[in-house]
């Protein structure tokens, strides 16, 4: 959870996390969106503004996000010739408070993929230009969308 | 072109209230592929998730305009219809359709449009999806029975109710 400065007074500004995965290549694979927390336990304003055991929009948000880049990076890199094994992805989806009210300010993506004859340098262009393709992506033009990758040893 | 539904409720439950998302909106392990996405095949996809967001906040968003407005909600039901569809090469979200359905006393159809119109701008999901399309039905509906307590005299009622 990261600290943001309001009225001279340092607040904790809530995160929430999720994951997905995407094993195989983009036609025949499969992916899986993790969420975080109890599906059956009432949200409520507190549990938003909190890391805790309810399912919050902002779970789903970063799950959706997670899924999509996983999927869509499958695809470009099926589409350059890897054959993807294995993308992790991890979502931090940062709510912050403006004059407007509370905002979906940022989402840090943190994706792992593992193909044959991958290269750092090449799987970082495909995750940009993924992070810029993506259905969720588009959808969510009001948010600063940070990425990091890793490269995994294929199996 | 598939189009994913997914369904969150507000209910008062007296301190304060809380939302959840009915099922099939969202389940714990949400697998997805190319078929359930693209084609609407069985499984789950991102556009559902994005839908059971959408769906939560705008109730929780409502609710909460409703009682600032001082009425008293009872219920907020809201559905949300995703449209995922290919456009020049490209899938895309293009469109969701939202109907938020709405249970308060002394509540009309034009305040509910109103609030309804306000709550999406409270909406911090709604404002991320600055790149869909989103339209908002809003429609009243009665107390349901359970709320009502139609069916259960004040006498019949347990303890801990």
Known sequence: ?155 | MPIRTSEAEWVNEGAGGGCRFLPRSAEADSVFDFRSRMQAGPGSSPEELIGAAEAGCLSMALAARLAAAGFRPERVKTTARVHFAPKGGEWRIDRIDVTAQAAAPGLTEARLASLARQAQDDSPVTRALGGVYIAIDAQLIQRPPDVQGAAVGPGDRHADA
């Open chain 1, 1 to 155: 959870m990261f600290k943001a400065q309001q009225w001279g007074r340092e607040i904790a500004m809530p995160t929430r996390e999720a994951d997905a995965e995407w094993d195989g290549d983009f036609q025949s694979g499969r992916g899986r969106m993790q969420l975080p927390a109890d599906f059956d336990r009432a949200f409520d304003g507190r549990s938003r503004l909190e890391s805790g055991a309810s399912l919050n929009p902002e779970d789903l948000i970063g799950a959706a996000h997670a899924g999509c880049f996983s999927m869509g990076l499958a695809d470009r890199l099926t589409s350059q010739g890897y054959a993807p094994q294995h993308i992790h992805t991890h979502a931090r989806v940062h709510l912050g408070q403006t004059d407007g009210g509370w905002r979906i300010e940022r989402i840090d993506l943190e994706t792992e993929a593992a193909a044959k004859g991958l290269g750092a340098r090449e799987l970082q262009e495909a995750a940009e230009s993924t992070k810029a393709a993506c259905p969720v992506s588009k959808a969510l033009a009001g948010v600063d969308i940070a990425l990091t990758t890793r490269l995994v040893e294929p199996r």
